[in-house]
């Protein structure tokens, strides 16, 4: 019989005395299979908040965080944008680099690029009625010292937008941040006038 690790952690097809005492410990289980995402933190039905901070992650042992949730404006049709952070402090330099396409229900597909930027923009109008803003996936990938060529400081994301009228429009997009010897350890979501009025996420730190 094959031998499974199950991604709950079980181990099958070991039969009693398969095994020498301490072949396998939840050591070995944990770093292998159930280790590899973490969940950070989560939020499942907050409230009114000027934005969505994210500072001190820690990069020594995540490559990556993926950020999933939905948010809706106090503000009807604002963007949805984003910074990074560094030591608690926004990065403001004009170097953010970002592109998107997005795709209508009659099947047009448009899109919007920009260079030297001092934020990425994420989506476009969100409405603020209930099921209305933006749901999305954001992958964060931080540069971190000792890695080879400046590599590092991007997103990707993906997700949907309701406007104020409740019209559905799907985008996907990436983004940089080019700026030598920066090394982003925070990140944060905002829309671009006022405040969120509910939001809900998990935010899950990715292992090399």
């Not at 603020?128 to 999305?136: D, K």
Request: aromatic share 12%; charged share 15%; glycine share 14%.
């Amino acid at each position: 019989m094959a031998i499974t690790i199950n991604g709950n952690g079980t181990v099958t097809g070991i039969s009693v005395g398969g095994l020498p005492d301490g072949c396998v410990d939840a050591d070995t289980i944990a770093s292998g299979v159930a280790g590899s995402w973490v969940k950070l933190s989560q939020v499942l039905n907050g409230g009114n908040v000027t934005d969505l901070t994210f500072d001190s992650l820690d990069t020594s042992t995540y490559r990556a965080f993926k950020f999933i949730g939905g948010m809706k404006p106090v503000t009807d049709d604002v963007f949805l944008d984003m910074r990074f952070r560094v030591g608690g402090s926004d990065l403001t330099t004009a170097k953010y680099d970002w592109g998107y396409t997005v795709m209508y229900p009659d099947n047009n597909v448009t899109g919007h690029s920009l260079n030297d930027q001092t934020y990425f923009k994420l989506f476009g109008d969100g409405g603020n009625t209930n099921r209305e803003g933006w749901h999305l996936e954001l992958m964060i990938v931080p540069h971190v010292d000792g890695h080879a060529g400046q590599i590092g400081n991007a997103i990707t994301w993906q997700g949907h937008r309701l406007d104020d009228s409740g019209a559905f429009r799907t985008a996907t997009g990436s983004g940089y941040y080019d700026v030598d010897d920066t090394y982003v350890n925070g990140f944060k979501l905002y829309p671009a006038s006022g405040n969120f009025a509910e939001h809900n996420y998990t935010l899950y730190g990715i292992k090399a």
